[in-house]
């Protein structure tokens, strides 16, 4: 399975780890797809990724993807930067690419069926897992330490063995 397709982000808030998924090989990324207005998100998604964020921040990249698709006046970036501060979001957040009023550019590439959606990526940038709803913490630690665990493969694109 090759590496997971890059993310469209038309605007960052906070300091981003890498302006790009490829950026971050070598580093096992936590991804919580979100939208403010989404009780779901604020009730379980945001904070199991701020803790994450919080207990592994020298071992995993978190990222917000703030992926509106619906609610699109309510839910400007200007909205965006007061609510991670009413919610002390600290890891960079990226705003998903709008279309219109349809469904945002990475939510579509990547086939995420809704909000909060938590995504891992290990160390290669492949996705090992994408969840849509409450995830269990316990499953969610586990899963990061055996991936934390794999060794640190070197990837780089075009050369062959021999």
Same mark, same amino acid.
């Given at each position: 399975?090759?590496?997971?397709?890059?993310?469209?982000?038309?605007?960052?808030?906070?300091?981003?780890?890498?302006?790009?998924?490829?950026?971050?090989?070598?580093?096992?990324?936590?991804?919580?797809?979100?939208?403010?207005?989404?009780?779901?998100?604020?009730?379980?998604?945001?904070?199991?990724?701020?803790?994450?964020?919080?207990?592994?921040a020298d071992e995993v990249?978190?990222?917000?993807?703030? @992926? *509106?698709? #619906?609610?699109?006046?309510?839910?400007?970036?200007? =909205? +965006?930067? %007061?609510?991670?501060?009413?919610?002390?979001?600290?890891?960079?957040?990226?705003?998903?690419?709008?279309?219109?009023?349809?469904?945002?550019?990475?939510?579509?590439?990547?086939?995420?069926?809704?909000?909060?959606?938590?995504?891992?990526?290990?160390?290669?940038?492949?996705?090992?897992a994408q969840a849509f709803? @409450? *995830?269990? #913490?316990?499953?969610?630690?586990?899963?990061?330490? =055996? +991936?934390? %665990?794999?060794?640190?493969?070197?990837?780089?694109?075009?050369?062959?063995?021999?």
């Amino acid at each position: 399975m090759g590496p997971t397709p890059e993310w469209e982000v038309s605007e960052w808030l906070g300091t981003p780890p890498a302006e790009t998924l490829a950026g971050l090989r070598g580093r096992v990324v936590v991804i919580e797809a979100f939208q403010m207005l989404c009780p779901g998100c604020v009730s379980h998604g945001l904070p199991l990724a701020r803790k994450v964020h919080s207990t592994l921040a020298d071992e995993v990249v978190v990222i917000g993807l703030h @992926t *509106v698709f #619906e609610h699109h006046e309510a839910m400007t970036p200007v =909205s +965006l930067k %007061a609510f991670m501060h009413e919610y002390r979001v600290t890891f960079p957040v990226g705003v998903d690419t709008p279309q219109g009023h349809g469904i945002p550019m990475t939510m579509q590439r990547w086939g995420l069926q809704g909000t909060p959606t938590l995504i891992v990526l290990d160390r290669g940038g492949r996705l090992r897992a994408q969840a849509f709803g @409450t *995830v269990d #913490e316990l499953a969610l630690g586990g899963a990061l330490g =055996s +991936l934390l %665990a794999e060794e640190t493969v070197e990837w780089s694109a075009g050369r062959s063995a021999g």
